[in-house]
T-cell receptor
């Protein structure tokens, strides 16, 4: 889930297990959502996105689920690997005016235990 | 194809000094963005440029100015640095107005003493 204050929530997962990272978004008018992965010392890297007219989208080893009723987004990573260790951010894009802007969550740190 | 590049990678400034962070993209993208990232926080938008010749304020523009020099380059200027501007700065670009996926550079780590 999203963090409060300066401490990121951390998810520790055994290598090979599935990971689920959650995100609560704020704007019910947001029409697009995106997950980014950020490794230490690097810029965010796109993982997967989903539009508001969908409730599920799958990529390679990743699935994003969108529940608009409760404004909740989740990222599922199958067969988690050590290279998946990173901070994961969700972001939402509002529709209409200001729609160039992505609003980012505070992130969740995923640690994979070998 | 280098994507989004940023210079410098690291910088230390004294309070009151000025500097410009440079960003360039080679993907022929129309829109470019500057974010800052503070420990334990998500990225916050400082300024963006929806297309060449336009710039707009984001969530945290105070203390910064930007210039969209041409389609490739978007610079961020700190006129009088303050310790509160110690942060990691990321530049990003996206294909067009209203386009969705943003591509990020590697970041500039700035410390103001």
């Amino acid at each position: 889930g999203e963090s409060v204050g300066l401490h990121l929530p951390t998810l520790s997962v055994q290598e090979g297990d599935n990971s689920i990272i959650n995100c609560a978004y704020s704007n019910s008018a947001s029409d697009y959502f995106i997950w980014y992965k950020q490794e230490s010392g690097k810029g965010p890297q796109f993982i997967i996105d989903i539009r508001s007219n969908m409730d599920k989208r799958q990529g390679q080893r990743v699935t994003v689920l969108l529940n608009k009723t409760v404004k909740h987004l989740s990222l599922q990573i199958a067969a988690t690997q050590p290279g998946d260790s990173a901070v994961y951010f969700c972001a939402e894009r509002g529709s209409g005016a200001g729609s160039y802007q992505l609003t980012f969550g505070k992130g969740t740190k995923l640690s994979v235990i070998p | 194809n280098a994507g989004v590049t940023q210079t410098p990678k690291f910088q230390v400034l004294k309070t009151g000094q000025s500097m410009t962070l440079q960003c360039a993209q080679d993907m022929n993208h129309n829109s470019m963005y500057w974010y800052r990232q503070d420990p334990g926080m998500g990225l916050r938008l400082i300024y963006y440029s929806a297309s060449e010749g336009t710039t707009d304020k984001g969530e945290v523009p105070n203390g910064y100015n930007v210039s969209r020099l041409n389609k490739r380059e978007f610079s961020l200027r700190l006129e009088s640095a303050a310790p509160s501007q110690t942060s990691v700065y990321f530049c990003a670009s996206s294909e067009g107005q209203g386009a969705y996926e943003q591509y990020f550079g590697p970041g500039t780590r700035l410390t103001v003493t």
